[in-house]
Nanobody, 123 residues
Framework: QVHLVESGGGLVQAGSSLRLYCAAS????????MGWFRQAPGKERQFVAA????????YYADSVKGRFTISRDNAKSALYLQMNSLKSEDTAVYYC????????????????WGQGTQVTVSS
């Protein structure tokens, strides 16, 4: 079983950058596909980005493509999300998640979730 803890969220102005961090423990991190999701108030949880087990492939939602970069360090059991050119519509709670599937993008494919970190972008 994998335990996930996110950090790095905060309040920033539009156009700024943030780097989210997800620390994993309790499992073999490299055996999981990892993803970032977000949920704004009153909206469903939304896929943001995902990365394969050995970082060979990455996947992005169209809304963040070219602005966000997902990466992982299997030696450190760490997942990252570099967010640049932030917009007010990026405001949400961001969650990291782990999936035992080879390829996974919808939330239902993920087995383990962190508690989330708030990102607020002021315009």
């Amino acid at each position: 079983q994998v335990h996930l803890v996110e950090s790095g969220g905060g309040l920033v102005q539009a156009g700024s950058s943030l780097r989210l961090y997800c620390a994993a423990s309790g499992g073999t991190f490299s055996s999981y596909m990892m993803g970032w999701f977000r949920q704004a108030p009153g909206k469903e949880r939304q896929f943001v980005a995902a990365i394969s087990r050995r970082s060979g492939r990455t996947y992005y939602a169209d809304s963040v493509k070219g602005r966000f970069t997902i990466s992982r360090d299997n030696a450190k059991s760490a997942l990252y999300l570099q967010m640049n050119s932030l917009k007010s519509e990026d405001t949400a709670v961001y969650y990291c998640a782990a999936s035992s599937a080879l390829i996974a993008t919808p939330p239902q494919d993920y087995n383990y979730w962190g508690q989330g970190t708030q990102v607020t972008v002021s315009s």
